[in-house]
C-alpha cells in the first residue's frame, strides 16, 4: 500500500466537542444517552455527613492536570500489572480527549446494577461485552449516539472549534504525506535538533491549555473501583467493602468508607501540584436516584391516603366531616395536593417506585383499621405532610427548569445575530461612529468562583 493511499481515513460522524464539568449538564447528558432515574449532583466534601444520605452509584472525579502530564502519570507504570479480578468490570480506555466526559459516565453506568441505562446503553454495553478496553474506547469514540448527545450540550464555539481542530490536524498530515511523497526515497531530510527543540518548545507555547481529566470510582462485585481511562492496566481496586454489607450484591452500603480515603489522597496531591493560581482544581461528582422521582411518589401517596381517610370519614359522618377538622388546613387542602406538573389535587398521577403499589395498600388497610376517634387527627397530619413534600417536589421542578435554561443559554448560537446586526451598523453608516465611542468595560456579574465546571478549557 503506497502513502498516498494509506493516509485516506473515513471520518466516522465528527469530533467530540467540550463540555462543562456541571451537574446540570451531566444529569442532562445521562438523560439524553437514555438512562432514567439518575441524577448527577456536586459533592463539596467527602465526610459522611455529605454523602451517607445521598447513597451514590458511583462518584466521577475532575481535576486539573497538566497538558500531556495526565497520560503519562494515571496511565500506569510498566510495573502495573493487569488484575483477574477486574475482568468482570466493564471498563474502556480513553481514545478522544474531548469525550472523557462521556468515557467515565459510561465507565460508571455500566458497571451500575438496578439502573434504568435504557434500550440503546444496554445493546452497547451487549455489543462491547467480549471487547478489549482498546477497542471498547475505540467504540465510544465511533459511536454517533454518545457524540451527539454530549455535542448538543456543548457551546456552539465549542463545536466549531472540535471541528476546525480537527480539519487542522487532517490539513496539516496531508501535508506531511505530500512533502515525503515528494522527497526522493533514497535522500533523507535530517532535521537538526536545535529545530526540532524550537519547533517543540513552539508547539507547547501555542498549545498549552488547562486540561481536566475525568476517573471514575464505583462499586461492583464486593469491591471498590478506580475507572482511570488513561490507565493501560485497567481498574484499579481501591479496597474491599466489609462483607456484612455485601449480603446483596446491588447493595451500595458501606462503599464510600472504601473510597473516601483514596479521594482524599487524590485531592491532595492535586492540590499539592497544582500550579497555585487560587482557582478550584477538581470538584467531585455524584451519581444518585433523581429525588424528585421520591419526592412525587411520597406526594402521590399523600394523595391517595388522603383520599382514602376521606372516604372513611364520609362513611362515619354522613352528615360533613368538614366542620371538624382545622379550617386552615382545610383551606389549605386545596393546593396542598397539586403541583406545577401535577395542577389536580384529586386525580392520581403516576408512580414511580416500584414498591409504591404496595405502600399504597398498607397505607390503605390502616385506615380502613382505624379508630374513628383517630380519623380527623391522621387527615390534618396527612395534610400537614403534604405541604413539606409539595414544597420539596416544587423546588426540585425549580432546579430542572433552571438547568434547562442554563443549557438553552449556553447551546444558543448568538454569532449569526451578532454578525447581523454588526452589518446592519455598517449599512446604516453607525459603525465608525460606535467605534469612536468611549471604551465599553465589561463587567463580570457573577459572585462564582472559577471551577473545572466554568472553565472553557480542553478536557482530557
Not at 497544582?274 to 451519581?287: D, F, M, P, V, W
Not at 401535577?342 to 405502600?359: C, N, T, V
Not at 382505624?370 to 380527623?376: D, E, G, I, T
Request: glycine share 8%.
Amino acid at each position: 500500500m503506497d502513502a498516498q493511499s494509506s493516509g485516506r481515513h473515513d471520518l466516522v460522524g465528527g469530533p467530540f466537542a467540550v463540555i462543562e464539568s456541571d451537574p446540570g449538564v451531566f444529569t442532562t447528558l445521562i438523560r439524553k444517552l437514555g438512562v432514567r432515574g439518575l441524577e448527577v449532583t456536586e459533592l463539596y466534601s467527602v465526610e459522611p455527613f455529605a454523602t451517607d444520605h445521598l447513597n451514590p452509584y458511583g462518584l466521577i472525579f475532575c481535576y486539573l492536570c497538566e497538558d500531556g502530564i495526565g497520560a503519562q502519570n494515571d496511565s500506569g507504570s510498566s510495573d502495573d500489572l493487569e488484575d483477574p479480578d477486574a475482568r468482570t468490570i466493564w471498563f474502556a480506555n480513553q481514545l478522544s480527549d474531548d469525550a472523557c466526559s462521556s468515557q467515565a459516565i459510561l465507565n460508571v453506568l455500566f458497571n451500575c446494577k438496578g439502573v434504568d441505562i435504557g434500550v440503546e446503553l444496554r445493546e452497547f454495553a451487549a455489543d462491547t461485552e467480549k471487547m478489549s478496553p482498546v477497542m471498547r474506547g475505540l467504540a465510544i469514540s465511533n459511536s454517533s449516539h454518545i457524540r451527539e448527545a454530549q455535542n448538543s450540550l456543548a457551546r456552539p464555539a465549542d463545536v466549531r472549534g472540535a471541528y476546525h481542530t480537527l480539519a487542522a490536524t487532517s490539513l496539516d498530515a496531508a501535508k506531511a504525506i505530500a512533502k515525503a511523497a515528494s522527497s526522493p526515497p533514497t535522500k533523507k531530510r535530517k532535521t537538526s535538533s536545535s529545530t526540532t527543540t524550537r519547533a517543540k518548545r513552539k508547539a507547547a507555547s501555542t498549545e498549552k491549555l488547562d486540561a481536566y481529566h475525568f476517573i471514575g470510582y464505583v462499586p461492583a462485585h464486593g469491591r471498590v473501583w478506580e475507572l482511570d481511562g488513561l490507565r493501560a492496566a485497567g481498574p484499579l481496586d481501591v479496597g474491599e467493602v466489609q462483607s456484612e454489607f455485601w449480603g446483596d450484591l446491588d447493595s451500595r452500603a458501606g462503599w464510600m468508607d472504601v473510597v473516601r480515603p483514596a479521594l482524599q489522597r487524590r485531592m491532595q496531591s492535586v492540590l499539592e501540584g497544582g500550579s497555585g493560581e487560587g482557582h478550584i482544581q477538581y470538584n467531585l461528582l455524584a451519581i444518585v436516584d433523581d429525588p424528585y422521582l421520591g419526592a412525587s411518589d411520597d406526594l402521590e401517596l399523600l394523595k391517595r391516603e388522603r383520599a382514602a381517610l376521606e372516604r372513611r370519614l364520609g362513611e362515619c359522618f354522613p352528615a360533613g366531616w368538614e366542620d371538624k377538622v382545622d379550617p386552615a388546613l382545610l383551606a389549605a387542602a386545596t393546593e396542598a395536593f397539586a403541583t406545577t406538573l401535577r395542577p389536580s389535587a384529586r386525580e392520581p398521577g403516576r408512580a414511580f417506585a416500584a414498591d409504591f403499589g404496595a405502600r399504597k395498600m398498607s397505607k390503605e388497610v390502616a385506615i380502613l383499621d382505624m379508630a374513628q376517634r383517630n380519623l380527623v387527627p391522621a387527615w390534618e397530619s396527612c395534610v400537614r405532610a403534604a405541604l413539606s413534600a409539595k414544597v420539596a417536589v416544587e423546588d426540585e421542578i425549580a432546579k430542572s427548569q433552571s438547568a434547562q435554561a442554563d443549557n438553552v443559554k449556553r447551546t444558543f448560537d448568538y454569532e449569526p445575530f451578532i454578525r447581523e446586526f454588526v452589518t446592519s451598523l455598517q449599512n446604516e453608516g453607525l459603525l465608525e461612529e460606535a467605534l469612536k465611542g468611549p471604551p465599553v468595560q465589561w463587567v463580570v456579574e457573577t459572585g462564582e468562583a472559577a471551577s473545572p465546571k466554568k472553565s472553557r478549557t480542553r478536557k482530557k
